[in-house]
């Protein structure tokens, strides 16, 4: 087990210096920058002077006036020493505004996920059990309902709803967090978390009824059946628990998605989350805040990667860690 996470881990840190490099030439390469929009904006303000000798200066004050790969050796040395720039825009640190971003996007992203599992698991084992029912097929329309719709789609008709019957007041100017006002905090959460949760509870639910039909299936089953197990013990010791590897596997490949993946509902609720700031990063190419933000967004998914090969032991121990990854 130790060998095999310390393998991963390196394995790991060479995925993220890959990606990491792919970035990093994408945002050089992509035609302007932040020097050349500053000085443009200047200009149009009125201010005059050179502008050539303005953008001259303002490239080498930002750091970007060296070649590419002097650049790049710059910036893999600021890495190893944990330094991620600093924000063209604002002049802080680029992790600054990272770390203000960070806790509104795991709060969307945890809010989503407990919807999607409090929708999926109950709906998709009543699926599997009542297969070919008319609940059955109510069911199945209704995920099919919600991933077919767009999340931004159900959060507008939610926003509408809410506003006509006065159900949430919905503040997009103010944004509390959820230490300083919990129920203002909810109320600015809860529409966006309701419509990726939905949309992520449906493909959970489609993918668990799969799964448990093809177990239900299986002689094991029948054997416990035909020995007098009750229905639920059947349920819970046999059929869920060889049914929840390959549900653990699409969990992580989503969670990781919707932890990434919502930069139009940050954007319409006007959430200061990551999405939203890596947005605005890529837009004003603040290069140092999108890089910081990318390699966060790297950390995370291979870091869920991991801790999903690693669940496959803890749920059956009869799949060793290495067969599991394979």
């Known amino acids: 087990m130790t060998q095999y996470i310390a393998r991963r881990l390196l394995l790991n840190l060479v995925v993220i210096l890959i990606v990491m490099t792919f970035i990093f030439i994408t945002l050089r390469i992509l035609p302007g920058d932040f020097a050349a929009q500053q000085v443009s904006d200047q200009f149009f303000a009125g201010r005059g002077g050179d502008p050539d000798e303005a953008l001259r200066l303002a490239r080498e004050r930002l ?39 960070l806790p509104y996007t795991l709060q969307l ?26 609940l059955d097929g109510g069911l199945r329309l209704f995920a099919v309902f919600f991933l077919a719709a767009p999340p931004f789609w159900i959060a507008t008709l939610g926003s509408g709803w809410s506003l006509q019957y006065d159900i949430l007041e919905l503040n997009v100017i103010a944004h509390p967090g959820i230490w300083e006002d919990p129920w203002g905090s909810f109320q ?3 529409i966006p978390a309701l419509a990726a949760g939905l949309a992520f509870g449906a493909i959970l639910m489609r993918f668990l ?37 390959p549900i653990v596997t699409i969990f992580g490949i989503s969670l990781a998605a919707l932890v990434g993946g919502n930069v139009i509902l940050e954007t319409m609720f006007n959430i200061p ?12 190419r603040d290069v140092p805040v999108a890089q910081s933000m990318a390699l966060l967004l790297v950390v995370g998914v291979v870091m869920i990667n ?21």
Do not use: C
């Open 63 to 101: 750091g970007l006036h060296d070649p590419i790969p002097i650049q790049y050796g710059k910036f893999l040395g600021d890495l190893f020493t944990g330094d991620f720039g600093t924000s063209f825009r604002t002049g802080d640190s680029a992790l600054t505004s990272v770390r203000a971003a």
């Open 209 to 245: 009824r799969s799964q448990l039909l093809d177990v239900l299936r299986q002689d094991y089953v029948r054997t416990a059946r035909a020995k007098g197990l009750r229905s639920g013990a059947v349920i819970t010791r046999h059929v869920l628990r060889n049914a929840l590897i």
């Open 306 to 326: 991991l801790l999903v090969d690693l669940s496959y032991f803890l749920i059956d121990p009869r799949v060793t860690v290495g067969a599991a990854s394979e």
């Open 273 to 284: 989350g990551m999405g939203r700031l890596l947005l605005e990063a890529l837009l004003i």
């Open 188 to 190: 600015l959460m809860i």
């Open 109 to 134: 992203g945890l809010m989503s996920v407990v919807i999607a599992l409090i929708l999926a698991f109950p709906v998709g084992i009543v699926s599997a059990l009542r297969q070919d029912s008319w």
